[in-house]
């Protein structure tokens, strides 16, 4: 044992329970041989033996019940017991090292998750390093939206384009930019509010991840297999295609490359989904509260949600079955430019689509969304994100400029503004959002102080 730290190492402690299992099994087998010398020979049965007939007189044979040997009684609550403190021993190391990347509790465990009913998480990739408590910064990088069913045990990831036009309800008024820059004007709440009224859809929790660690997650797996749809050369990788074990280093190599894509961003989606799936199926298939460790181990302060650190054993203990199923979608936009920056526009099928979609495996009713970017988008005299992808502003409003324009959701006649030069949609998008080539070094303005933004759809869903 280690001067420096009197407490038992697991390696320790495993070996003396082992060691104290295998002394009780041999003293009670011992006893058992022992007993079993003692009693009666026991009745062999004749092969030639004939049911006798039934005269009247019959009485029923007495019923001899088997008896488990104490021997095996014992061993079985040794096992259960080791299980127990090794669990115990594990759930402490785990505590401690969640504390700083879950939510502190409040000691009561969630209804919802002791039901087991469906849960939703928005889980979302930053270009920061470190997070900080406020989860403020950067950019959104990628964002899937998670649902996790125990009762029909599936786990459902949507991917949603970081590029989404969406309005920003500010202190100055509306803010219509790209959805990847809500987290850097109000943290992951404002990203999680922005989702919930672009979708409606109930989000139960958040998690916002450095892209960085997704090497250590992979490593922590032992690595990944990725079935890569076409072959491309990135940071001095040869990526195959077809399949492939993938290391850490490579495989967030094999996330982030976007431009050489055919589907573009899409592309890069599906990329991550895979991942992502691979680590799910790793973990299931260890399935051990040891293998929850090491990724924890790896994780480090690279995570941060807003779930409970008191409702971690519930949410495994209730949900880790749907690991069993997970499927994949992606929410399709279209095409558009505003005053010479390219966007994505969710049209209100799509919308429609994906909330369906997502409801459904939350066990909710559909519904027609109804909000400010179906408004706007049926308000367009001339778009269609094909050969129309000039996006007009509802209002007078114009990109990235909290306050402008009267607040309406509908384009009307004296919407549309003049379009900026290319170098002055370069200068405000530069100032605004990250390095477009995903994971680099980011550049972006310190946000204002913003109201706190309450969803068009707030209320049941």
């Not at 011992?30 to 007993?35: A, F, G, L």
């Not at 997070?131 to 998670?146: I, Q």
């Not at 066990?363 to 308000?379: D, F, Q, R, W």
């Amino acid at each position: 044992m280690d001067n420096n730290n009197r407490r038992e190492s697991r390696e320790e402690y495993r070996k003396r329970m082992e060691e104290r299992i295998q002394k009780q099994v041999n003293e009670n087998r011992q006893r058992e041989q022992e007993e079993q010398a003692e009693e009666p020979p026991r009745y062999q049965p004749d092969n030639n033996y004939q049911e006798p007939q039934d005269d009247g007189n019959f009485e029923p044979p007495v019923k001899h019940h088997y008896r488990m040997p104490n021997w095996m009684r014992t061993l079985i609550w040794l096992l259960i017991i080791l299980v127990a403190l090794g669990g115990f021993y594990e759930y402490h190391k785990i505590h401690s090292a969640a504390t700083g990347m879950f939510a502190n509790g409040d000691g009561k465990i969630s209804k919802k998750l002791q039901r087991g009913d469906p849960v939703s998480v928005l889980a979302m990739g930053t270009d920061v390093g470190a997070l900080n408590r406020g989860n403020k910064g950067g950019n959104t990088d990628s964002m899937e939206l998670f649902t996790i069913n125990p009762k029909t045990q599936t786990i459902t990831m949507t991917s949603i384009p970081r590029d989404i036009l969406v309005r920003v309800n500010t202190s100055d008024g509306p803010d219509y930019v790209k959805l990847n820059a809500a987290y850097s004007i109000g943290g992951a709440k404002q990203s999680e509010k922005q989702v919930e009224e672009l979708l409606g859809v109930p989000i139960d929790y958040y998690a916002v991840i450095n892209m960085g660690v997704l090497e250590k997650v992979v490593n922590s797996v032992g690595g990944v297999e990725v079935d890569n749809p076409f072959a491309f050369d990135y940071e001095g990788h040869h990526f195959k295609k077809g399949k492939q074990h993938l290391n850490g280093t490579n495989a967030l190599k094999y996330s982030r490359m976007r431009y050489d894509d055919p589907n573009n961003d899409y592309g890069r989606q599906r990329r991550q989904q895979q991942i992502l799936q691979n680590v799910i199926q790793k973990f299931k298939t260890s399935g051990s509260i040891s293998a929850a460790n090491k990724i924890l181990d790896a994780v480090g302060d690279g995570v941060k949600t807003d779930i409970p650190i008191d409702d971690i054993a519930t949410l495994y203990g209730n949900y880790h079955g749907a690991m069993n199923h997970v499927k994949t979608y992606h929410f399709q936009g279209q095409n558009a430019t505003i005053e010479g920056v390219s966007f994505q526009i969710a049209s209100p099928k799509e919308i429609n689509r994906v909330s369906k979609l997502v409801r459904k495996q939350l066990g909710l009713k559909p519904k027609t969304i109804v909000n400010h970017e179906t408004k706007m988008y049926k308000s367009q005299p001339n778009f269609d994100g094909y050969t129309n992808t000039d996006f007009i502003l509802p209002g007078g409003a114009s990109y990235n400029d909290p306050g402008s324009g009267d607040g309406s959701d509908y384009v009307t006649s004296h919407s549309k503004r003049e379009a900026s030069t290319d170098e002055d949609s370069t200068e405000r998008e530069s100032s605004t959002y990250s390095s477009r080539s995903g994971y680099g070094t980011s550049s972006y303005q310190e946000p204002r102080t913003y109201r706190r933004y309450t969803p068009a759809t707030t209320g049941t869903y």
